[in-house]
């Protein structure tokens, strides 16, 4: 009989109800709990119903079960919350693992990015150094003609 039970029942047949009954069970900070509410999606919801682990909803599922098929659901929930919180785990692991790999990725673009800003340093001194050295050129080039053009002048005159 439990046997076949287990094999009848599923956990996903919801009966017809309102989506919006208020869980007075379930209390959290922002008040009662909707059915419409996420365990995944809000940390209040989460937290209220790890209290009590079965809804409202889940009650009424349960009140309609035989003895042998309620404590066969009940143990199907229990793995199923199990599972459920197993699943979480890995995803947070997972999480924790790509968050690893962007911290790692984030300090090779700093030390790429000091090293950067480092040959820019380098690069703007070397700039700051060849535009001196064109300044004292052009001076220098400057000086040469304007030596040339007195040269020109004298040796018009003389002639």
């Given at each position: 009989m439990a046997y076949s039970s287990l094999n009848n029942f599923d956990l996903n047949a919801v009966p017809n109800v309102q989506p919006e009954i208020r869980c007075s069970s379930f209390l959290s900070q922002k008040g009662p709990l909707m059915t419409s509410g996420s365990v995944m999606l809000?940390?209040?919801?989460?937290?209220?119903?790890?209290?009590?682990?079965?809804?409202?909803?889940?009650?009424?599922?349960?009140?309609d079960r035989t003895d042998d098929e309620a404590i066969n659901e009940s143990m199907a929930l229990s793995i199923q919350c199990a599972s459920s919180v197993s699943n979480m785990a890995r995803r947070l692991q997972v999480r924790g693992n790509e968050v690893q790999e962007l911290r790692t990725q984030v300090l090779i673009l700093q030390r790429r990015n000091r090293g950067l800003q480092q040959e820019n340093k380098e690069l703007k001194k070397l700039v700051d150094s060849y535009a001196y050295n064109m300044r004292k050129r052009c001076s220098e080039l400057e000086m040469n003609t304007n030596r040339l053009r007195e040269q020109q002048e004298s040796l018009l005159l003389e002639v």
């Open positions: 809000d940390d209040d919801i989460a937290a209220s119903v790890a209290k009590g682990i079965i809804t409202p909803l889940d009650e009424k599922l349960l009140a």
